[in-house]
T-cell receptor, first 109, second 113 residues
Framework: QKEVEQNSGPLSVPEGAIASLNCTYSDRGSQSFFWYRQYSGKSPELIMSIYSNGDKEDGRFTAQLNKASQYVSLLIRDSQPSDSATYLC?????????FGAGTTVTVRA | DADVTQTPRNRITKTGKRIMLECSQTKGHDRMYWYRQDPGLGLRLIYYSFDVKDINKGEISDGYSVSRQAQAKFSLSLESAIPNQTALYFCATNSGTNTDTQYFGPGTRLTVL
């Protein structure tokens, strides 16, 4: 079992819609969770971090964490063409980050 | 200037050649990492270092070696490159707390023919 798994893509959403991304992790002791956005050929950039159960909102992005279910999600509201990218879920444990394979999102005009 | 730099940005080499990828950071962080990225596989950890005297293998260290020359410099070497090492390589750094952002370099695209 992979440490971090993400829902397979690609995910295509119309402009203005909500994009929903999911991630599960295997280490129940994990404490820190991150979402990175990566444009093709570029380095990942951090868009959200979450450390406690519940929701965390930042602009059009909302991260949700449920440690009992070992589940992290990212919602992108009012999706824009500039949101078209690959989104990587990352979990911090044992002093290092483990990444999921990523979900590619395409926002169509 | 960028906080994390990598050289070269692109490299084409031949099977069996030795190649070194270099990483420098100005964040003053102790922790540095090397990842490789292949399509559909996300980022996989090759090696990481918590300080100059502390080097650790990641999940895919076979065929690679590293050197931490100083707090700010962390190099990745392929002693004898093979085609399946063709990938995008990223260096990263963070301060060492579990809440800290991991800062990535711009990446090196390596092609082994």
């Amino acid at each position: 079992q992979k440490e971090v798994e993400q829902n397979s893509g690609p995910l295509s959403v119309p402009e203005g819609a909500i994009a929903s991304l999911n991630c599960t992790y295997s280490d129940r002791g994990s404490q820190s969770f991150f979402w990175y956005r990566q444009y093709s050929g570029k380095s990942p950039e951090l868009i959200m971090s979450i450390y406690s159960n519940g929701d965390k909102e930042d602009g059009r992005f909302t991260a949700q964490l449920n440690k009992a279910s070992q589940y992290v999600s990212l919602l992108i509201r009012d999706s824009q063409p500039s949101d078209s990218a690959t989104y990587l879920c990352a979990v911090y444990n044992d002093y290092k980050l483990s990444f999921g394979a990523g979900t590619t999102v395409t926002v169509r005009a | 200037d960028a906080d994390v730099t990598q050289t070269p940005r692109n490299r084409i080499t031949k099977t069996g050649k030795r190649i070194m990828l270099e990483c420098s950071q100005t964040k003053g962080h102790d922790r540095m990492y090397w990842y490789r990225q292949d399509p559909g596989l996300g980022l996989r950890l090759i090696y990481y270092s918590f300080d100059v005297k502390d080097i650790n293998k990641g999940e895919i260290s076979d065929g690679y070696s590293v050197s931490r020359q100083a707090q700010a410099k962390f190099s990745l070497s392929l002693e004898s490159a093979i085609p399946n090492q063709t990938a995008l390589y990223f260096c990263a750094t963070n301060s060492g707390t579990n809440t800290d952002t991991q800062y990535f370099g711009p990446g090196t695209r390596l092609t082994v023919l």
